[in-house]
C-alpha cells in the first residue's frame, strides 16, 4: 500500500512562513514526480508546486516566488517550503505523487494563513 505522510500544517499570521513536508517510499520517491494540491473552500483542487525525479520543478503562477518545492533524497521527503503567506493561500494542501496525472494522494493537511 503506497503511503504518503504529510506532516507541517498549521495556523500562521499573514507574511509567515511554513514548511510542509511528504514522506513515502523508496519506490515512490525515485519513480515518480512529486508534488503538492491543494484545495480552499468552495473551490477546486489546483497544482501548487511539483518536482521532477530529476529535479525539474513546476509552479502555479500565484505562489511563483514565495513557494520552493525540493527532495530530500536521504529522507525520501518532498518539502514544500512556503513563505509570506496570504490568507488566501489557506487551504488543505495534499501530497501527490505522479506519472502523467496524481497516481497517490496524502490524507490531506490544513494551512490556515489568518491573523
Known amino acids: 500500500q503506497v503511503q504518503l505522510v504529510e506532516s507541517g500544517g498549521g495556523l500562521v499570521q499573514p507574511g509567515g512562513s511554513l514548511r510542509l513536508s511528504c514522506a513515502t517510499s523508496?519506490?515512490?520517491?525515485?519513480?515518480?514526480?512529486m508534488g503538492w494540491y491543494r484545495q480552499a473552500p468552495g473551490k477546486q483542487r489546483e497544482l501548487v508546486a511539483s518536482?521532477?525525479?530529476?529535479?525539474?520543478?513546476n509552479y502555479a503562477d500565484s505562489v511563483q516566488g514565495r513557494f520552493t518545492i525540493s527532495r530530500d533524497h536521504a529522507k525520501n521527503t518532498v518539502r514544500l517550503q512556503m513563505n509570506s503567506l496570504k490568507p488566501e493561500d489557506t487551504a488543505v494542501y495534499y501530497c501527490?505523487?505522479?506519472?502523467?496525472?496524481?497516481?497517490?494522494w496524502g490524507q490531506g493537511i490544513q494551512v490556515t494563513v489568518s491573523s
Open positions: 523508496e519506490t515512490i520517491f525515485n519513480i515518480y514526480t
Open positions: 518536482i521532477t525525479r530529476d529535479g525539474r520543478t
Open positions: 501527490v505523487a505522479a506519472s502523467v496525472v496524481p497516481s497517490y
